[in-house]
């Protein structure tokens, strides 16, 4: 016999709770923008610069060298006489660079770090248990999020952290 429902011990509830788990995964969703203002998924390389910032820039800055980038190609084809010849070639895909971007500019205490590694692990980013401590594994965990949004570095950037709603939003004032 099939149960039949009615109000919100039914439908009603099924509906609510289907609504709820909508908003909260799109909230998560790779590339959209929080109320916070944190940014996109591609909005991190923007925040690169290619310049030092002024002495007196505020905030605190990371330096970043980035080797070049080249492409091997070897092509092998058989000559006259049934030798083969292998020919290589390498081009420049991107030259070497200094970069620089804004971090936070606190220390990371061990909360600070605890919180980092839970946000990546609640985007499936960090395997291991929350230590509370920046090692090499939470520095890959932060690579592998910045990456996907045009920033390589295992280094946290300050969009990066207010995307991960570690740091408020630039421009928000914080009640102490």
Avoid: Y
Avoid at 18 to 45: E, K, Q, T, Y
Avoid at 66 to 88: D, K, L, N
Avoid at 146 to 153: E, I, M, P, T, V
């Amino acid at each position: 016999m099939a149960r039949q429902r009615d109000g919100w011990q039914g439908g009603w509830r099924d509906a609510v709770l289907r609504a709820v788990a909508s908003l909260a995964v799109a909230g998560c969703a790779a590339g959209v923008a929080g109320p916070s203002g944190a940014p996109a998924a591609a909005d991190l390389a923007a925040a690169l610069r290619r310049t030092a910032p002024a002495a007196d820039e505020p905030g605190c800055w990371h330096r970043e060298e980035r080797p070049a980038v080249f492409e091997t190609v070897s092509r092998q084809r058989i000559a006259a006489g049934g030798q083969v010849v292998t020919e290589t070639r390498q081009s420049l895909v991107r030259p070497r660079e200094t970069v620089w971007f804004a971090v936070p500019c606190a220390a990371p205490t061990p909360a600070f770090a605890a919180s980092l590694q839970r946000a990546l692990k609640a985007r499936g980013l960090f395997p291991n248990p929350v230590t509370g401590v920046i090692d090499d594994d939470t520095r890959m965990a932060v690579r592998r999020f910045q990456a996907s949004r045009g920033l390589d570095s295992g280094t946290l950037s300050l969009a990066a952290a207010r995307a991960l709603g570690l740091v408020p939003a630039e421009g928000v004032q914080v009640a102490r």
